[in-house]
Every structure is written in C-alpha cells, then in structure tokens.
C-alpha cells in the first residue's frame, strides 16, 4: 500500500471527482467522494483525511470554501485543485482563491490532457501537479501514477491550471472549425495561432511561458480541441450545425467550463488591453450576436500583421 495508506476526501461527485476518486483507488488508497448532493457530514468525512482533491466545477469553488472554512480545516491537510475555470465575479483562479481562504495549507494544482472518458477506460494519459511546495506535489504524483496514468511535477501552479483553463474557449472554438468543416488547414491554423493567445493571457495572470509549451497548456489544447467527447468542442460542434446554446446545454452530459471562462476572460482582457481575437469572436457567438460563419470571416479580415510580434 502506498505512503502508508494516506486517506483522501474527493469533493465533486462529477464525472472528474469520480475519475481522480477510482484513480486513488487502484493504488489501494481509502478514498471518500463526497458531493453537495450526498447529504454526508463532510466534517466528519474529512476528521482524518490527509488530501482533499477538489474537482468541483468553478460554480462550486466558492461555496466548497465556504464549508470548508465553517469546517476550521487542519493547515497540514494537502489541497488539490482539478477544476478548469475562472470564477465570475473576482475574475480570480481557483488556486488564488483556495490560497487565500487556506494560506497555511500545502497546495496543488492538478491539470493536463485529461478527457475523464477515455481515463475510466484504462486508456493512457498523463498529467500534471504543480505546486510552490515541491514535497506536496511528490506526494500527489505517488498517490495518482499508475500503470495508464503518468503524473508530472511542475513548481508554476498557476500556469499549470491557466492552461487547463483557457484552452476551454478554444475547444469551443476548434469545434466551431471542425462542426463547419472548415477543414485540416484551418484547424491547423486556428490551433497554433490558439496558443500564442493562450500565453499573452496566461503569462500577463502570473503563468511562466515554458508551462504553456508542456501537458498542461499544448498538451490540453491539442486534447480538448480534437475530442468529439471534450464538453467544450461539443458546444462550438453544436453551434455550428445550427443549435442555439440553450439546446445543446440541455443535452449536454455535465460542465462546459469555456462558456463562462470566455465571458470573464473578455473582462480580463479588456481591463488589461490583452489582444485577444479568438476569445473575441467565441464571445459573440456564445451571446448569439454573430453566426459561426461570421465568426470565421471576422478572424479572417483582420488586418494583416506579422506572425510574431
Ligand atoms: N470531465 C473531464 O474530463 C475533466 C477533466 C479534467 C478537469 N475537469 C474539470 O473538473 C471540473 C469538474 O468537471 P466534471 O467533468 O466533473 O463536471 P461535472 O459537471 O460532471 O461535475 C461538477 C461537480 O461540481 C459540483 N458543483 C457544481 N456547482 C456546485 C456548487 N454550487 N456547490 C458545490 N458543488 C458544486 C457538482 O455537484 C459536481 O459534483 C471542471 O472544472 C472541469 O473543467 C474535467
Ligand atoms: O469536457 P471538457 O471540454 O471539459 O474537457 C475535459 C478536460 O478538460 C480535458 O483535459
């Protein structure tokens, strides 16, 4: 049994919680699930927990800090954070917020190409823990690695989760691309122009440049922009067959986080004068002022620039 059968609380009964949860449990580890909808004392689940893994999606941050809060959490409890968004109000990531509510206690970020389907069939992946505290994110790469999951350290935790995070409004777009069948060269186009836009955001929020390049920022883009199962790409998929966002959110099978990731990236962008011109476009389309076809044309008529500068 590994690390002396450290006990872990996952709190999120989604279909992420669920997977990081069965994770946990192929390593013999004692995990509990625990979910708004459960109804379970969570401070009695996590009186003798040692990590709690948060895969809540970005609605669920705050009131999760909330109770915890209520719940006066030991400062050696390791945190971890899975979810991909940025909460609406503050603009803020769910690793600032979770520092701030619990400075005291190590923190975790947990990101990288992880479509949740295809790791619950057993099929290969890797990810990445990111932490200031390099001895909490060892803990967690022992915890999660197995023989279909390959965990990685990184010490930038927020590049780590602003990767995982922005390549969600570019997954709506990529479904946009692909839903037109716009064809490979667009795709291609709209994937590597994706991810400079991806650094100008991440590195002006306080992400290094280099984690943008790895798992967590390419590595993500590429998974989530190319999988008919990412929640995202089904949304821009969707809209380009012609159905309005109320129809495809009724059908659709949990969170698209890049719905709401964009309207406050706009925020952000426009606050910090960031040049964002796919986001831009994703904005209109998600508000229902422009076609997916007009979208397209507006990202082709821009004014002619060099590639890099
Ligand atoms: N599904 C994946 O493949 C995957 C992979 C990596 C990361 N993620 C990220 O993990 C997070 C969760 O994703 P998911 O796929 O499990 O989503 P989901 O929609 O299946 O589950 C969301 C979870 O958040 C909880 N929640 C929502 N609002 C809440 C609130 N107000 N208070 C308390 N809890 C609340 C729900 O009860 C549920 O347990 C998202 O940020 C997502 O981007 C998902
Ligand atoms: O289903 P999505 O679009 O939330 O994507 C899931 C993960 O973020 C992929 O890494």
Not at 218 to 231: F, H, K, Q, V, W
Request: glycine share 10%; with cysteine.
């Amino acid at each position: 049994m590994l690390e002396n059968a450290k006990k872990i609380t996952v709190i999120g009964g989604g279909i992420w919680g669920q997977t990081l949860a069965n994770l946990a449990r192929l390593n013999h580890l004692a995990v509990r699930v625990w979910s708004r909808h459960t109804g379970e004392d969570l401070g009695a689940i996590i009186a003798d927990t040692e990590v709690i893994i948060s895969a809540v999606s970005i609605k669920g941050v705050v009131p999760t800090i909330e109770k915890l809060q209520q719940l006066q959490l030991n400062s050696r409890i390791i945190i971890v954070t899975a979810t991909k968004g940025l909460e609406p109000i503050t603009t803020r990531t769910p690793f600032h917020l979770w520092n701030q509510a619990f400075p005291a206690n190590p923190l975790v970020v947990l990101s990288g190409p992880n479509l949740a389907k295809e790791i619950n069939q057993g099929l290969p992946a890797a990810t990445v823990v990111a932490s200031y505290l390099q001895k909490a994110a060892i803990l967690l790469q022992k915890l999660l690695s197995g023989e279909s999951f390959r965990v990685y350290l990184n010490s930038d935790p927020l590049g780590t989760e602003l990767g995982g995070t922005l390549k969600n409004v570019m997954a709506i777009a990529s479904g946009v691309c692909d839903g037109l069948q716009l064809g490979t060269n667009a795709k291609s186009a709209l994937l590597t122009r994706a991810l400079p836009e991806i650094v100008r955001v991440g590195t002006c929020l306080g992400g290094c440049q280099e984690t943008f390049f790895g798992l967590s920022g390419l590595g993500d883009l590429l998974a989530t922009c190319n999988s008919p199962l990412s929640r995202n790409y089904q949304v821009g998929y969707q809209l380009a067959l012609g159905l309005s966002l109320p129809e495809i959110l009724a059908k659709l099978e949990g969170t698209a986080e890049g719905i709401n990731t964009t309207e406050v990236l706009m925020r952000i962008a426009q606050e910090k004068n960031l040049y964002v011109p796919i986001t831009c476009q994703v904005d209109r389309l998600l508000r229902g002022e422009i076609s997916p076809q007009v979208a397209v044309y507006e990202l082709m008529r821009r004014d002619l620039k060099a590639e890099f500068d």
